[in-house]
């Protein structure tokens, strides 16, 4: 069988429409490697009836008669068949293999045209940059020579003489044409006057007016053209071409026209204005006020022998001695001027209106402040606090049976805590010092009574714990009439309550002992205003941010408020009474907690709603500048010579770095005031940082740089900070009672101390003979007159009462024996260490050193 019959294995052939079509093979392929052989025929285009006139039916025109038309497609495929052949390739893969070919010529051409397209844009930058280096030559050249021009003209203007000084002989028979040529020159000096006037006007450029006057002459096609040549007095006098001005002429002209005006006196009158100088102001803020050129009030100051910029600060003395020189008026100003209207003055009797006391609880530890509190609340307070006593001020308000109100604050009993207490006296009405009637009055005690008598404020007398067997109230009284209190019962003004906060007893009496004292002291204030208040606490609460507990004075603070706490400002997102209960507004004697502030204030700082956050701004920035003055004041270095002496013992003590990290700012600062009250001129306590909010990566950063432990009051470390402790091996501790922390780092410093040497003396031994031995050296033989010498002992020896040598004992013999210790009566051999010059009759002293620590 035939390679044909395989392909065709049903014996048909194709169907084709005779000599006047084409076909071929064409390979087709599929998936999997499957492939298949297509017969394609093509049908010859038809030709028109036309086209093919006067040729013979049924052959195409110009075939040869006798012989069948062949198609250009047949005679292509054939050349190809023929082609494949040859190669020994089938048409499919000669196909292919010109495809291929034609596709890469193709890119080669593409490569060719971009290549150069490349070529030709880097030609024609190369060709911008020669041009425009040819320009800027042109420029410099054509500018070069209108300069050189320029100065030809100027040279000889100055060289020709003024027409007017030219004599003009009298001539009958040219006196005429003189005289009109002496008013031409008249008339164009006249037009150059003219020129000059106008020039100061504005006008850069402006033909003379005989110029103008002549006709314009014009260039072939009709423009105007530029007469040429230089400005001779023929062509002024002879030539009545227009002539535009050089800049030469104009700058002279303008120069003239200056002088001019400042001769004649018509300069401009200077205004004098109000200049306002604050305490400090640059060189071109100063000028800006004066409406001066910068560079002349520099010039002065110059003259005046300062060396100032622009830029430098100048103080109001100078400052106003500038203005004066100037001409101009000084207002002064302080900087303090930005707070002028933030606490404003008091209000009209006629807009106040009763408020609610508020009462500070104060006395020394343990008494029963906070029960007591508890009591009148019917709440259990001193349950939660961490051993029993307040951390930090409570802020609360009571309602009684009877529908009043009373806003009581708990301050600290414990000595550390003696600021808070400053500050819970400033902001109350009232004060009730609680006094344990089985303790009597103790030194906190005191110091409260001294904190209410410097706040000018009333006093209540609470003696609790009268349950209890061995109180004593008449002791009390007695106790106080050494602080200048006098009660009711013997003869004074201050109220006096026995109460049992445990038994209940006595609150009655004590609220309306409260109730009687606010009613004398008339208590009011205006709740349609905007408010003001006291910080009486602040934290860093993690979750909600910086939150200040306050105690509104006067006025209604309200959500959205813009409050300013000291250096810290914000808008008041939220406030909550002490339970925890959101409000809307919180007025007069309301405490209340803020939320919204960009910071934790201090304590004790007024606080006040300002108008907008501009305003906040500006008092803020000022208080952080009065601050950071202040410190770099007391910063500096040394100004005097026992400065620096005493800088240089300060430097000799050695310091305990600590970091305190406290929930609430009061407790942050009692630590810190009762932690550097520990030590002596040896050793103390410094505290690096301290602040409210737990323990962050920061703290722990600070802590390693600074090597100093982290001091945890009621606050924890996060996960990282104590991952981060671990691996920098940075210590945090703990704790939630302030006597703790006082005992641990009294402890630490004590270890700090150098131990105090104890000598004690144990005998005396006198030198009798002194030997020469090969390998020791001198070897003092010796009796032991009095207690005992051993070996190792410290030893001091004297000449005629006299220490001429302290050391140690390198030898001590008996006969030939080395012996531990030698008593009295006995003689010895003695051997000191590193000393040889022993003579007879030398004494020898022999002690012990004892190390004993040291307290503080």
């Not at 703290?699 to 470390?717: C, E, M, T, Y």
Request: with cysteine; net charge neutral; proline share 4%.
């Amino acid at each position: 069988m035939s390679d044909a019959d395989e392909r065709n294995p049903s014996g048909r052939k194709p169907l084709t429409l005779g000599a006047r079509t084409g076909s071929g093979t064409v390979q087709q392929s599929f998936a999997r490697g499957r492939s298949k052989a297509v017969v394609v025929e093509k049908k010859r285009k038809r030709i028109a009836p036309g086209a093919a006139a006067g040729a013979p039916a049924g052959k195409e025109a110009g075939t040869p008669p006798g012989k069948p038309g062949i198609s250009d497609a047949d005679k292509a495929r054939a050349a190809l068949a023929a082609k494949a052949k040859q190669l020994g390739l089938s048409e499919e893969e000669l196909v292919r293999r010109q495809r291929a070919i034609a596709r890469a010529r193709a890119e080669a051409e593409e490569r060719d045209v971009k290549k150069k397209a490349e070529e030709a844009e880097l030609e024609r930058k190369a060709e911008e940059d020669r041009k425009a280096l040819e320009d800027q030559r042109k420029r410099e050249e054509d500018a070069r020579k209108q300069a050189e021009a320029r100065k030809q003209a100027e040279a000889e203007r100055v060289a020709i003489p003024d027409p007017a000084d030219i004599p003009v002989p009298v001539d009958p028979d040219t006196a005429k044409p003189q005289r009109k040529v002496v008013d031409k020159e008249a008339r164009a000096k006249d037009d150059v006057r003219g020129a000059d006037r106008d020039d100061d006007e504005g006008r850069a450029k402006k033909k003379l007016t005989a110029a103008a006057k002549a006709p314009v002459a014009r260039s072939k096609d009709g423009g105007e053209r530029r007469p040429k040549g230089r400005l001779t007095i023929q062509n002024l006098v002879e030539d009545d071409e227009g002539r535009q001005r050089s800049l030469a002429s104009m700058r002279r002209a303008r120069e003239r026209e200056k002088q001019r005006r400042t001769q004649g006196g018509t300069e401009r009158e200077k205004v004098a204005r109000d200049v306002v100088v604050p305490e400090s102001i640059t060189v071109q803020e100063l000028a800006n006020r004066m409406a001066e050129r910068a560079a002349d009030v520099v010039k002065f100051l110059m003259k005046q022998g300062q060396m100032v910029r622009a830029v430098d600060y100048l103080e109001a003395d100078d400052a106003e001695l500038i203005v004066e020189e100037f001409g101009h008026r000084v207002k002064r100003v302080s900087d303090a001027d930005v707070e002028e209207g933030f606490i404003s003055a008091d209000d009209p009797e006629e807009a106040k209106q009763p408020r609610p006391p508020v009462v500070t609880i104060m006395g020394h530890v343990d008494h029963g402040k906070t029960s007591l509190l508890d009591a009148l609340r019917s709440t259990d307070v001193a349950g939660g606090e961490a051993g029993g006593i307040t951390q930090h001020i409570g802020a609360y308000q009571v309602q009684l049976k009877s529908g009043e109100k009373i806003t009581f604050l708990d301050t600290p009993g414990h000595a550390a805590f003696s600021a808070m207490r400053a500050r819970g006296a400033q902001a109350t009405d009232i004060v009730i010092l609680v006094v344990a009637a089985d303790d009597g009055v103790m030194p906190q005690t005191a110091e409260a009574i001294n904190h209410a008598k410097a706040a000018g404020v009333p006093m209540i007398v609470a003696i609790n714990k009268i349950d209890k067997p061995d109180a004593t109230p008449d002791k009390v009284l007695n106790n106080l009439l050494q602080h200048e209190i006098v009660t009711e019962s013997m003869g004074g003004d201050v109220q006096a309550v026995p109460v049992s906060a445990l038994k209940k007893i006595g609150l009655e009496e004590l609220t309306e002992a409260i109730s009687l004292q606010a009613e004398m002291l008339e208590l009011k204030a205006n709740p349609d205003r905007s408010a003001e208040g006291i910080v009486i606490e602040s934290q860093i609460d993690k979750g909600r941010g910086p939150v200040a507990t306050v105690l509104v004075k006067r006025g209604t603070l309200k959500r959205s408020d813009i409050v300013v706490a000291g250096v810290q400002w914000g808008k008041v997102r939220a406030l909550t009474n002490e339970r925890g209960a959101q409000m809307t507004e919180a007025g007069p004697s309301l405490p209340a907690e803020i939320l919204g502030l960009d910071g934790a204030p201090d304590p004790g700082e007024v606080f006040s709603v300002v108008e907008s956050e501009a305003r906040a701004r500006e008092i803020v920035d000022y208080r952080m500048r009065q601050r950071r003055d202040k410190t770099a004041g007391t910063g500096g270095g040394a100004t005097s010579l026992e400065q620096m002496m005493a800088r240089l013992q300060q430097n000799e003590v050695q310091e305990l770095p600590i970091l305190i990290k406290a929930d609430v700012q009061g407790s942050a600062e009692a630590l810190t005031g009762a932690l550097e009250k520990v030590g002596n001129e040896e050793v103390r306590a410094r505290v690096i940082h301290s602040a409210p909010g737990g323990v962050s990566e920061a703290d722990v950063q600070l802590a390693k740089a600074s090597g100093a432990p982290i001091f945890a009051f009621n606050v924890r470390a996060n996960k990282q900070a104590r991952e981060l402790a671990e691996a920098e091996k940075v210590e945090i501790r703990y704790y939630s009672i302030i006597y703790d922390v006082i005992d641990d780092v009294k402890k630490t410093l004590e270890g700090l101390l150098t131990p105090e040497k104890r000598e004690t003396f144990i005998g005396y031994a006198e030198i009798l003979e002194v030997f020469n031995i090969t390998k020791l050296g001198k070897v003092a033989g010796c009796r032991v007159t009095e207690g005992v010498v051993r070996r190792g002992c410290g030893v001091r020896l004297l000449r005629n009462d006299t220490v001429i040598h302290e050391g140690e004992l390198s030898t001590l013999k008996r006969f030939k024996d080395e012996v531990n210790e030698v008593r009295a009566g006995t003689e010895c051999g003695m051997g000191f260490v590193g000393y040889q010059d022993l003579q007879k009759g030398d004494q020898i002293e022999c002690f012990t050193v004892e190390e004993v620590e040291r307290k503080l």
